[in-house]
Structure formats: structure tokens, C-alpha cells
């Protein structure tokens, strides 16, 4: 509006100065003029209310876009933080994974190295039933119950007293390997052996008996000993043969290099 009437004003304003009396079609010619400026004006006035409409709308856009930046840019702050944790957490892991590789490779070198001792040692053994393998990263010495003890008896014999002597000899150097002593017997119900009860009874005291010779006469380290009975429960041959039920009569020695360097590692 404000347009309008300044150019309304202009326009009377330039009648009133003109002091020549105008004829009809001048006059004519003026309303016309004055008639277009008004629309004009009027045009104007709403491109004006148009314009101020449009920038206050741009003015909200804006307003909206930078929130939206900001919290884009928060979360990204947020998101690359976690990144750099999650990337330094997964490099420490990946350190310790490293770390845990490199000792159980040690171990399975050490545990090769101790079954090469073991086979060498007890080399005139292993024709009288004695056997030495790797099973899950550890060293089982088997001997069968003939190598051992008397039929029916839980008493050591000699020779195999020179047998547990030559283990000892080589364990005895090796101070870092704990020893279970395990006792295996077949499923054949025990028969007169006095207090002995039954199967279980009869693995425990043969694995008690070897576990003894080795620290109280081969001077083994108790500590480093566990002695266990298995019973009839752990066979390695299920056939009802007289060859089957002697390999499952047996006491295996399985040795474990200790891992307490290992342990320390995962407990971090």
C-alpha cells in the first residue's frame, strides 16, 4: 500500500505543477497512466508480502538445517569416538591374541621336545607295553598294568620300578611339568583282593602306589602330583578280548606343562 499511494502522490503532485489546462484526452491519458501505476503498484505491494513470506520461510529452513547439523555433527563426534575405542579396544585384543599364540606355540614346541625325551628314555620299555603320544597339547605315558604290578596286586614291581626310574630321570629336569597319575582297570569284577572293593577301588590304590614311588623314592616334587582312579569307566578298547581288557588295565601318567604365564594372560 505504501507504494501506491506514493505513487499516487507523485502522480497529482505532476498534475498540479502543470499550470496548462489539459484537454479531455490528455486528461484521459493521465487517469489511464495513473490507473496502470496503481496496478502496478498494487502488483508490487503483493510480490513485496510474497517475498517477505518466502524469507521468513528460508529463515525457518535455515533455522531447522542447522539443528539437524548440529545433531548430525554431535553423533558424528560421538560415533568417531566410539570408532577410535572400538579400534584401540580390538588392537589390544589382537596384541593379547598374539601373545597367547605365541605361548601355546611354545608349549607344543616344549611338549614335542619332552615325548622325544620321554620315547628315548624309556626306549627298552615300550616292547613291554608302554606308550608315549600327544593328546591335546599334552604328553601321556602309558603302561600297561603287566609293566607294573603283580595280577592283582597294587605293589610295584621291578621292573616297573626301573621304568618309573627312568621317567623320573627325565621329569626330575623338567620342573615345569605336573604329572596326573591316572588309573584304568577293565570291566571284570575284581575277585579276592581282600579290602579292595570293586574296580574303582583297585585304580585309585594303583595310581596312589605309583604316585608314591615317584615322590617318595624318585623324589618328584608332590606339588607337581596328582593321583586319580578312572575304574573300568575310560577304556580304550570295548571288545570283550583278552587283548582289549589288557590294554584298558592300565596307568597313564599325563604330563601338562604348567600355564600359569598363560592364565596371568587371560585374567588381564
Known amino acids: 500500500m505504501k507504494i501506491k499511494y506514493f505513487l499516487f502522490a507523485v502522480i497529482l503532485i505532476s498534475a498540479l505543477q502543470s499550470c496548462v489546462v489539459m484537454s479531455p484526452k490528455k486528461h ?7 490507473d496502470s501505476l496503481l496496478t502496478r503498484a498494487t502488483t508490487l505491494d503483493e510480490e513485496v508480502a510474497k517475498l517477505k513470506d518466502d524469507t521468513a520461510s ?3 529452513q535455515l533455522r531447522s538445517l542447522n539443528t539437524n547439523y548440529k545433531s548430525l555433527n554431535n553423533n558424528y563426534n560421538a560415533s568417531s569416538n566410539k570408532v577410535s575405542q572400538l579400534s584401540a579396544d580390538l588392537q589390544k ?12 606355540r611354545k608349549r607344543d614346541e616344549a611338549t614335542s621336545a619332552l615325548k622325544d625325551k620321554l620315547q628315548k628314555a624309556l626306549l627298552g620299555f615300550q616292547q613291554s607295553g608302554l606308550s608315549v603320544d600327544i593328546r591335546n597339547g599334552k604328553v601321556y605315558v ?12 597294587i605293589v610295584i614291581d621291578e621292573k616297573g620300578k626301573q621304568a618309573l626310574n627312568q ?9 615345569d611339568i605336573n604329572l596326573s597319575v591316572e588309573g584304568h582297570t577293565d570291566n571284570k569284577k575284581v575277585k579276592n583282593l581282600g579290602q579292595i572293593k570293586d574296580n574303582w577301588d583297585l585304580s585309585v590304590l594303583r595310581a596312589t602306589s605309583v604316585s608314591r614311588y615317584l615322590t617318595e623314592v624318585e623324589k618328584i616334587a608332590p606339588e607337581r602330583v596328582t593321583a586319580t582312579g578312572k575304574g573300568e569307566f575310560q577304556p580304550i578298547d570295548t571288545a ?14 599325563v604330563l601338562t606343562p604348567k600355564l600359569d604365564e598363560l592364565y596371568n594372560l587371560i585374567k588381564q
Do not use: C
Open 167 to 175: 621317567l623320573a630321570a627325565v621329569l626330575n629336569k623338567e620342573a
Open 240 to 253: 570283550d578280548t583278552p587283548e582289549a581288557l589288557s590294554k584298558n588295565r592300565r596307568i597313564e601318567i
Open 142 to 153: 602309558s603302561l600297561t598294568d603287566k609293566l607294573l604290578f603283580p595280577s592283582g596286586s
Open 58 to 60: 528460508l529463515n525457518r
Open 93 to 104: 585384543r589382537e596384541a593379547r591374541l598374539k601373545e597367547v599364540e605365541e605361548i601355546l
Open 28 to 34: 484521459k491519458a493521465l487517469l489511464a497512466e495513473r
